[in-house]
T-cell receptor
Framework: EPEVTQTPSHQVTQMGQEVILRCVPI?????FYWYRQILGQKVEFLVS????????KSEIFDDQFSVERPDGSNFTLKIRSTKLEDSAMYFC????????????FGQGTRLTVV | AQTVTQSQPEMSVQEAETVTLSCTYD???????LFWYKQPPSRQMILVIR??????QNATENRFSVNFQKAAKSFSLKISDSQLGDAAMYFC??????????????FGTGTRLTIIP
């Protein structure tokens, strides 16, 4: 069964450092998403991406964040200068399109900023 | 903006019994989708069941079924014959069926379900 793959599973970084979280969406999917879940809290939408551009972003997704689909298969989330409050589980998801409503999630990357 | 509310932070049920998890939502839209996701200790988000708002029939997936009350904006999940593997955090989620740019999921705060052997 096809799945969304995220790497790494756990990333520890120093405050102020840049991190890149990587995702390989399901191959025939067209819509890509990043969500964040701070420990013990609900899952929050960060950004959606379609046709090589951001289609929607939340207020959390400020100038410190960026997304990219560099090579047609990977979908990355970059945090330029990490803060302690960026520590969270980051989930990548993908879906075929609006005609198919199911989003498939990856297993998540746990980001710890120290 | 849409909101999703799960008023039960924790629930427990005896193995083999039935449990119902509550979810209410607020929206001004008439066409949308509703989902229940399961998050086990591994923390991966797994789709349990989905409901299209235009369908009157409640969705069913094996032991999982929903009670969708559109007028009341209620979307509860019933788990029958509960099994130990059902223990997880359950999130209710909303997605607009509107046009481009509204594909995001809005999640509730979750209900932690414990199965008592």
């Amino acid at each position: 069964e096809p799945e969304v793959t995220q790497t790494p599973s756990h990333q520890v970084t120093q405050m102020g450092q840049e991190v890149i979280l990587r995702c390989v969406p399901i191959s025939n999917h067209l819509y890509f998403y990043w969500y964040r879940q701070i420990l013990g809290q609900k899952v929050e939408f960060l950004v959606s991406f379609y046709n090589n551009e951001i289609s929607e972003k939340s207020e959390i997704f400020d100038d410190q964040f960026s997304v990219e689909r560099p090579d047609g298969s990977n979908f990355t989330l970059k945090i330029r200068s990490t803060k302690l409050e960026d520590s969270a589980m980051y989930f990548c998801a993908s879906s075929v399109g609006r005609s198919n409503t199911e989003a498939f999630f990856g297993q998540g990357t746990r980001l710890t900023v120290v | 903006a849409q909101t999703v509310t799960q008023s039960q932070p924790e629930m427990s049920v005896q193995e083999a019994e039935t449990v119902t998890l509550s979810c209410t939502y607020d929206t001004s839209e008439s066409d949308y989708y509703l989902f229940w996701y399961k998050q086990p200790p591994s923390r991966q988000m797994i789709l349990v069941i989905r409901q299209e708002a235009y369908k009157q029939q409640n969705a069913t997936e094996n032991r999982f079924s929903v009670n969708f009350q559109k007028a009341a904006k209620s979307f509860s999940l019933k788990i029958s014959d509960s099994q130990l593997g059902d223990a997880a955090m359950y999130f209710c989620a909303y997605r607009s069926a509107a046009n481009f740019g509204n594909e995001k999921l809005t999640f509730g705060t979750g209900t932690r379900l414990t199965i008592i052997p």
